[in-house]
């Protein structure tokens, strides 16, 4: 008997950067995203004589995944598993692949092994094995902040159905994982603490955008806390600069769209791409300037997804 899951990644416009030095892999700073449709995790867990992992279609030993299995079997018998698991877009390049694969793992798992977890409870554990991924179980907006650190739907994809032009510009592997990346802030980043602390009063103005359907707001909400997360990046020792040179044309071209009136804004993750994301009626013009950008090598158009569900066999 095997279970299938399917999960989206998610984009978040106020970001998490950073860990609370507490077990359970706690944020420091709440965040509230987008989940989107079209980019797609699926994963498939069935019984096995050992563990067996299989990303995109080669055997791995990720050890995010491994330690994802040890955290779960820490509360529950789980018997040994072969998980496999396919992305339909690159893998690690930004595009929030963690965030969906460990929403849609976890879902599966869930499943197969009876473990009869609540949605709440799923978005928990989602959480401890990457902190993205606890937003990725539900569609539309959600969001992940204190006191309790369990994932929330925030509002339904179809109340505010948003577009995301996203712009890919560089599609290699990244070089830093983000619980590295994000150590390294911690421990480096003279606007580590200002960041933190920051990122409350972002939070609760962008639950209130988001209610009010208030894009403008959201916008410069959305892009501040990208910039202040790669201030802080790129302030780090080692320095982190995810940037390519188009992404910041990029950058300055939805910066230009939008001063001239077109309902745009952008998001980058730990990674080169760029998100735009934007009101329905401006897509074709975002996504026709995006891909003229030099340096720019392809396009995406998305909306707002489903969060993770099982697959009926
Ligand atoms: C820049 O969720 O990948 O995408 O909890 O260490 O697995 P871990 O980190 P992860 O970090 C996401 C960082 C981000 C911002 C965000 O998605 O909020």
Redesign the pocket.
Known sequence: MSITAVAHPNI?LI???GKQALPG?IPATP?V?ITLDSLTSTTTVRPSETDQIHLNGEATADAKISACLEMLRADFSIEPVAIESENNFPTAAGL?S??SGFAALITALAEFSDLGLTTEERTVYARKA????ARSIFGGFASLGGPDWVGKPVLDRNDWPLKVVIAITDENRKSVS??LG?KTSEETSPYYDAWVSSTADDYRAALEAIAARDFERLAVLSESSCLK?HGVMQSSLPAMIYWRPATLSCIHAVRELRSNGTPVFFTI??GPQVKAVCLPEAVDKVAGELAAIPGVIATHTVGLGEGARLLEP
């Open positions: 978040a970001k998490y950067w892999n965040s995203s929030a963690s965030a990457s902190g993205s991924a983000s619980s994000m997360m993750d730990a």
